[in-house]
């Protein structure tokens, strides 16, 4: 049986051509950008108002700027079978120099926190987040960039 993929947060990324990416909102007032998108109101406090908040992509690479692991299973409301053994995973917070912002986000299946180091690069790339019967649902993974 083929799953359906479907965003685990509709509106948050694209795959569209131009590659995998991260939407965020700009203000047209202020310039600022914002991750996740958002869309009543500018949240920077300093805005003066009444600009546009435009989608946009938001940078595929940046640099580690934090990273942590999860090794205890989260009490409910966290989804998880307790039948199955927990498995870690690793969270990476990446600062986008051009949107001036930290986005969080999980390592590529198969990173750990061995594999990483504050200021290495790193690139957005698709990722599943669960599975179910039905569906497949997906979301986003930094990985450090090898090339
Ligand atoms: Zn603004």
């Known amino acids: 049986m083929t799953r359906a993929r479907t965003p685990a947060v509709a509106g948050w990324f694209t795959d569209a051509?131009?590659?995998?990416?991260?939407?965020?909102?700009?203000?047209?007032?202020?310039?600022?950008?914002?991750?996740p998108p958002e869309g009543a109101f500018c949240r920077n406090p300093d805005c003066a108002g009444g600009g546009e908040l435009l989608e946009v992509p938001l940078s595929g690479r940046g640099r580690v700027w934090s990273y942590t692991d999860g090794r205890y299973r989260p009490p409910a409301p966290y989804v998880s079978d307790p039948s199955v053994p927990w498995e870690p995973y690793t969270l990476v917070a990446?600062?986008?120099?051009?949107e001036a912002m930290v986005v969080l986000g999980q390592a590529a299946p198969g990173v750990g926190v061995a594999d990483l180091a504050v200021g290495m690069e790193v690139e957005l790339?698709?990722?599943?987040?669960?599975?179910?019967?039905?569906?497949?649902?997906t979301t986003w993974h930094w990985r450090p960039v090898t090339s």
């Open 94 to 98: 990446v600062e986008l120099a051009a």
């Open 17 to 35: 051509p131009g590659g995998f990416r991260l939407l965020g909102t700009r203000c047209s007032a202020c310039s600022a950008v914002f991750f």
């Open 125 to 137: 790339v698709p990722g599943v987040l669960h599975e179910d019967a039905d569906t497949t649902w």
